[in-house]
């Protein structure tokens, strides 16, 4: 079997993969009460349906509202909350946790002279302050987001993105993300993928598998291309 050249480009998805999406609930858990975690994840899961539905529909929205609306419907369904914790979960969403794994994974590429970029449904406004906040901007050779063509992943076009602002072919990037769908998308696309499977969730969409599954950013820099 012929080896592959090394990666020129890692792009790697936002949220989920670098930033917490659950961390904006976990901060106030307390307040919020027992229905704190399934908030989150409903939250979530509306967030992303809501960006596949406007996709399929040819309504795009930016997706700060988006996780707006989100997070509205996920509260009505967990018995209500009032409009000053609404505020300041929409705050944190803003400036979610980076993993821990993030910035070494990251600065350990950079160091080999990796290309390292964002790919992400997330506005530009929510990610500059999403990167700031985690101090990975001195990592980062872009951030691009789908907001620049109006619809979201997992349209081919969205993963264009990375190569057409590089100037690479879809064979020379290593995509990582931690959601499986995500990587569904970017294999049909051509990438080399990486599914950061933190939890150990069983695969799905068999027909578009990962090049390689990893528990961590940890691992990256130690996984072949």
């Given amino acids: 079997m012929e080896k592959r050249l090394p990666a020129r480009l890692y792009v790697f998805d936002a949220y989920g993969t670098l930033f917490?999406?659950?961390?904006a609930v976990a901060r106030h858990?307390?307040?919020?009460?027992?229905?704190?975690?399934?908030?989150?994840?409903?939250?979530r899961v509306k967030q992303l349906e809501?960006?596949?539905?406007?996709?399929?529909?040819?309504?795009?929205?930016d997706f700060a509202e988006l996780t707006r609306d989100a997070l509205f419907y996920a509260a009505a369904r967990c018995g209500g909350l009032n409009p000053a914790l609404l505020g300041r979960l929409l705050a944190a969403y803003e400036t979610l946790d980076a993993y821990p794994d993030a910035r070494p994974?990251?600065?350990?590429?950079?160091?080999?002279?990796?290309?390292?970029?964002?790919?992400?449904?997330g506005s530009p406004a929510m990610l500059g302050r999403a990167v700031e906040a985690a101090g990975l901007?001195?990592?980062l050779d872009a951030t691009i987001s789908v907001d620049e063509i109006g619809v979201y992943?997992?349209?081919?076009?969205?993963?264009?993105?990375?190569?057409?602002r590089f100037g690479v072919a879809p064979d020379e990037v290593s995509f990582q993300s931690s959601n499986?769908?995500?990587?569904?998308?970017?294999?049909?696309?051509?990438?080399?993928?990486?599914?950061v499977n933190r939890t150990g969730l069983p695969d799905e969409y068999r027909d578009l598998p990962p090049d390689r599954i990893i528990r961590g950013l940890d691992e990256l820099a130690a996984v072949p291309d």
């Fill in 20 to 23: 917490d999406v659950h961390a």
């Fill in 29 to 43: 858990a307390q307040e919020i009460g027992p229905q704190a975690e399934r908030l989150s994840e409903l939250w």
């Fill in 50 to 61: 809501y960006c596949w539905v406007r996709s399929l529909a040819g309504a795009y929205r």
């Fill in 105 to 121: 994974a990251l600065a350990a590429l950079k160091a080999k002279g990796a290309a390292l970029a964002i790919l992400s449904n």
């Fill in 137 to 139: 901007s001195d990592l």
């Fill in 153 to 164: 992943k997992t349209a081919p076009q969205v993963y264009a993105l990375a190569t057409a």
């Fill in 180 to 195: 499986r769908w995500d990587i569904a998308g970017a294999a049909r696309f051509g990438f080399r993928t990486v599914w």
